[in-house]
């Protein structure tokens, strides 16, 4: 196979419907819009969820709890999982993400104290639980805790 012979498979390059250009090609005068109404009209977008007029859905729906616009967010990390780590390595949040264990580095990562660790590690994060710390450094390992993300 070379450049020369790629193409797309039959039926995936399908030309835009042309609208507005006349009766005779079907989509002409009101250009597949329907007639009058407020989505026949230029510049018209609704939301979604909305629903004519109609009080929505999801302010009909009672309100509870309450959510804290300034807490701040942690991705939690067990000790038992530290062991997947090479004896006396440094851990870091960057090696945390290239094994997996965490989504992002732009949060701070927090490691609790539930299972065993069977290694010496240096740990380096944001914040780390007193249990935590304990089984860390039973193990033979420290831990340091670097700045916010």
């Known amino acids: 196979m070379r450049l020369n012979n ?3 498979p039959k039926g995936t390059n399908r030309r835009p ?3 507005g250009r006349g009766h005779a090609s079907g989509h002409g005068k009101t250009s ?3 007639h009058k109404g407020q ?6 977008s609704l939301h979604p969820g ?5 009080m929505p859905l999801f302010r009909r729906l009672p309100k509870r709890g309450f959510n804290n616009p300034f807490a701040k967010q942690c991705q939690i990390l067990n000790v038992e999982n530290l062991n997947c780590f090479k004896k006396d390595s440094t851990v870091t949040p960057q090696m945390l993400q290239e094994q997996g ?3 992002k580095l732009k949060v701070s990562v927090k490691i609790l104290g539930q299972g065993k660790l069977t290694k010496a590690l240096k740990v380096q994060v944001h914040a780390v639980s007193k249990q935590a710390r304990e089984k860390i450094e039973q193990a033979g390992g420290q831990v340091e805790l670097c700045c916010k993300p």
């Open 6 to 8: 790629l193409s797309s």
């Open 50 to 54: 909305f629903e004519g007029g109609q």
């Open 101 to 103: 264990l965490i989504k």
């Open 39 to 44: 989505k026949a009209r230029s510049g018209s």
């Open 17 to 19: 419907k042309r609208v």
């Open 32 to 34: 597949c819009r329907g």
